[in-house]
């Protein structure tokens, strides 16, 4: 019986909506939903990469998109390997200068799963101390969970093309380009304390967004990023303390470049060997 009438009322919809159609009486103003050309989901990952309220409506909507291109996505933990040759041989005189005190064999090359600020799912890389490849492999595991946005991540040396006189080190180029990465033998910049960067200890993430940065002074680098010294902006991939992310690194007993006071260097983790 429902059944038959709720055919009569369809029917008698459809038909009035026919006649309103011909006689150009239907209401100009009406929205009409149309297909905008950007996906929520687009939006979702880039926006919310720091609101771990995401993963409910993502989770309720994952039953019907379609899987993220290039990577299966059941895998979400990345993987770890000795030092390439072909990497070894990039990275000697750039990232790994002669005379560095730290050898490849302490290292470990990690391929990393990662949103991207497109909203897709892409493999970064990052060479971090083999102590802690599997903790870093399970914090960016976690870090894929609640969709946090990564815009790149490839070693340093890579960057050597975007040297110049502003941006006049590797560092600072690496950086110019938001450029996540973790080894690179040197100093702290200005100092002659050696960084533990160069031990595969410091990770910087989104360096441009997420700038160092001196209050007192005013100073900000990388060059291009004197924008992003307030910290009130909600951008994707910031980094701020109470985060998502920054309690995914400090509840592994990681500190946070943010939380120094004199300088501010926002983009920064580091667990220094014990
Ligand atoms: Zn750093």
Redesign the pocket.
Known sequence: MVCKYMKIVGLCLCLSLLISNFCGCGRQDEPIQLNSGVSDETIDAISRGNSKDSETKEESKSETKEKPEGINVAETRGSKQPIPQEIRQKMKGISMPEGATVTFDDLSYLTIPHYDYNGKIVKGHMVVSVEIADEVLDIFEELLEIKFPIEKMELVDYYTQYIDETFNNLDRASMSQNNTSAFYYRVVNGTNTI?N?AYGR?I?INPKINPYYVPATGYVSPANAYQYASRNQDLPGIIRHGDPIYEIFISRGWEW?GDWSGEK?Y??F?KPPR
Do not use: E, T
């Open positions: 960084s960067h410091a910087d470049g260097d983009q920064h580091q």
